[in-house]
């Protein structure tokens, strides 16, 4: 029985068709959607903590009222993407308590510090860049539920990231020689990271291979990273920020920029925790967790007053 289900699905992956929530699915691809959805729930919820910290010194109440706006809209992504992970059977708190064990990772991407106003400009424009290079594939994931949620996530980054470039273009094009300094200086703490977003080169990348055959990762790390390059290097003319890249240039028989070597060893030291925030971050959350028991235990005792009277 189990051998013809495996069969069955393995046709079904195969057929290109998408998995639903009652559907069976083999132990490791749910264990394997499992880590990734929530992981993904954790950069959102982790990912407002950087740029949380200048909502309050935002320079006009317009930019101040973009950045609450989009702050916003991580915190719901997350909330989202909880839930997509929730139909896999595992709870929020068994998520989060993962988060706060520090047995499960999220994005290493928001274990640096934002130093100026540039940096949210920055942030906009690369790391919610690289975010939509790496979730608009995974609006054809075969698990359904994620596919969902990435559609409409995706609409909203787009907004991410075009409010960052935009700030970055006001600040090169109308501000003073220091303010266009203040955007290079983000660029350069900025570009090397982001193109980590993407994960270790394919061939260090144990999860690779399976999540492909299954669908769930529809095109490889180092091709993503590559797209995003592409495109970022042309961006970045347009704004006239240098990259801080020297080995960057145009491969005409490739038709891609080629770049630098990439430093792994700094990647490795992010995700084993030694990044330059990754501390304070963990320490937020826990923090925050624990400040919002009553509300949970509220929300708890108020639905329990809802809850229909057992009939006598
Ligand atoms: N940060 C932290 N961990 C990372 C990472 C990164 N940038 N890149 C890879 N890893 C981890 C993987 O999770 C895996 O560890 P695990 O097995 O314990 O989970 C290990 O490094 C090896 O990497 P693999 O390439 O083998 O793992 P995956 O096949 O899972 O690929 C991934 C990694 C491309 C990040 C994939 O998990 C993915 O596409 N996840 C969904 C997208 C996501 O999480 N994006 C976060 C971006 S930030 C964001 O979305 C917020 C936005 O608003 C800015």
Known sequence: EEARL????????????????????????????????????HSEIVGMLPEGNWIGRAPTLKRKAILLAKVQDEGGHG??????????????????????????????????????????????????????????????????????????????????????????????????DAQRAMVQDAVNRWWWPSIMMFGPPDDQ????????????KRVSNDELRQKFIDAAVEQAQ???????????????????????PIDWSEFKRVLAGDGPCNRERLAARVQAWAEGAWVREAALAHARKQAPKEEV
């Open 79 to 176: 909330l989202y993407l909880y839930a997509a992970a929730e139909t896999l059977g595992t709870s929020r708190d068994q998520l989060l308590e993962a988060l706060h064990s520090g047995q499960a990772k999220y994005s290493s991407i928001f274990n640096y510090p934002t130093l100026t106003w540039a940096d949210m400009g920055t942030i906009g424009w690369l790391v919610d860049g690289a975010a939509i290079m790496n979730q608009v594939p995974i609006c054809r994931c075969s698990y359904a539920p994620y596919a969902r949620a990435m559609v409409r996530i995706c609409r909203e980054e787009s907004f991410h990231q075009r409010q960052g470039y935009e700030a970055l273009l006001t600040m090169m094009q109308q501000g003073s």
């Open 6 to 41: 495996q069969q069955r699905f393995d046709e079904r992956i195969d057929a290109g068709e998408f998995i639903e929530a009652k559907g069976w699915m083999p132990e490791h691809y749910r264990r394997t959607l499992v880590r990734q959805i929530s992981q993904h729930a």
């Open 205 to 216: 990348s144990p999860n690779s291979a399976q999540s492909m055959r299954w669908g769930i």
């Open 238 to 260: 347009v704004l006239g920020v240098t990259l801080p890249d020297p080995a960057l240039r145009w491969n005409a028989e490739r038709e891609h920029w080629d770049h630098g």
